[in-house]
T-cell receptor
Framework: GAVVSQHPSRVICKSGTSVKIECRSL??????MFWYRQFPKQSLMLMAT?????????EQGVEKDKFLINHASLTLSTLTVTSAHPEDSSFYIC???????????????FGDGTRLSIL | DAKTTQPPSMDCAEGRAANLPCNHS???????VYWYRQIHSQGPQYIIH???NNETNEMASLIITEDRKSSTLILPHATLRDTAVYYC????????????FGQGTTLQVKP
């Protein structure tokens, strides 16, 4: 089945550091990727939708200057948490869908997440 | 996408069938019912989806009521590795493709 790879799986860094997380679709072209954040004991919260070759669409309340998203190719989207602070510590998860996923109602595929800890 | 309602938690004995219910009374005609699960500290894993007819794959069966207002995910022989949070999502074809996750059902499979 389709595979989405997310890297790194875990990051621990100091406050004020910028952290980049990569999301790759390994065996299909992902025209759209989604970024989620999940706090302990809570559900996934959608942060933004990333479309290849265009600007990301952010959900209400998500700071676009804080969470920079780049989707430069059909297999790679990156999320950069800029000037991270302890409150940004969370589990970040990406998902991807192919060019015809919605028309064929095929499911989205998720990465295994990145656990970000800001000290 | 239509709102879904699931019980917050369920227990199941190992080897027995786990039946996880989901209500989606406002589901529209073009919305599918998708099930994902999330094992602790991992990303969600797709299980199964369906529109009207019951569906079965190697992981589970999906039973959708005739009026489509509810569905049940069945894990026929639950194992300890099936312990996870199970999410039921009603989702239709759209340009955005966004999936909105509710709180899901935490299934605890016990020995």
């Amino acid at each position: 089945g389709a595979v989405v790879s997310q890297h790194p799986s875990r990051v621990i860094c100091k406050s004020g550091t910028s952290v980049k997380i990569e999301c790759r679709s390994l065996d299909f072209q992902a025209t759209t990727m989604f970024w989620y954040r999940q706090f302990p004991k809570q559900s996934l919260m959608l942060m933004a939708t990333s479309n290849e070759g265009s600007k990301a669409t952010y959900e209400q309340g998500v700071e676009k200057d804080k969470f920079l998203i780049n989707h430069a190719s059909l297999t790679l989207s990156t999320l950069t948490v800029t000037s991270a602070h302890p409150e940004d510590s969370s589990f970040y998860i990406c998902s991807a869908r192919g060019a015809f996923s919605d028309k064929s109602n095929q499911p989205q595929h998720f990465g295994d997440g990145t656990r970000l800890s800001i000290l | 996408d239509a709102k879904t309602t699931q019980p917050p938690s369920m227990d199941c004995a190992e080897g027995r069938a786990a039946n996880l219910p989901c209500n989606h009374s406002t589901i529209s005609g073009n919305e599918y019912v998708y099930w994902y699960r999330q094992i602790h500290s991992q990303g969600p894993q797709y299980i199964i989806h369906g529109l009207k007819n019951n569906e079965t794959n190697e992981m589970a069966s999906l039973i959708i009521t005739e009026d489509r207002k509810s569905s049940t995910l069945i894990l026929p022989h639950a194992t300890l590795r099936d312990t996870a949070v199970y999410y039921c999502i009603a989702h239709g074809s759209s340009n955005t493709g966004k999936l909105i996750f509710g709180q899901g059902t935490t299934l605890q499979v016990k020995p």
